[in-house]
């Protein structure tokens, strides 16, 4: 089992900044693969962005230029930059053995008010 504790949240203005920091614990040498999610009002979660344990990245298209995922260890980082109220929502830590994440955080809220 892992456990993933998410912080950073908050409420930003456009334009702003934040970064989201997620720390895991427990089982971490089964951990290969860390990432974002996120889920907006009335939407499906989706990726943000994923780095795996050699440092290769993957970001989805809409957060590309603006947000830089990055890891130490059991821990990874959300740089988020140019904030846009589309970016509104609960955004998740993930981790696992795969692209596909088997663990989950309880999600931190950000809000980006235009």
């Known amino acids: 089992q892992v456990q993933l504790v998410e912080s950073g949240g908050g409420l930003v203005q456009a334009g702003g900044s934040l970064r989201l920091s997620c720390a895991a614990s427990?089982?971490?040498?089964?951990?290969?693969?860390m990432g974002w999610y996120r889920q907006a009002p009335g939407k499906q979660r989706e990726l943000v962005a994923l780095?795996?344990?050699?440092?290769s990245t993957n970001y989805a298209d809409s957060v590309k230029g603006r947000f830089t995922i990055s890891r130490d260890n059991a821990k990874v980082y959300l740089q988020m930059n140019s904030l846009k109220p589309d970016d509104t929502g609960v955004y998740y830590c993930?981790?696992?053995?795969?692209?596909?994440?088997?663990?989950w955080g309880q999600g931190t809220q950000v809000t980006v008010s235009s």
């Open positions: 993930t981790s696992g053995p795969s692209t596909a994440p088997r663990y």
């Open positions: 427990g089982s971490i040498f089964s951990i290969i693969v």
């Open positions: 780095v795996n344990s050699g440092g």
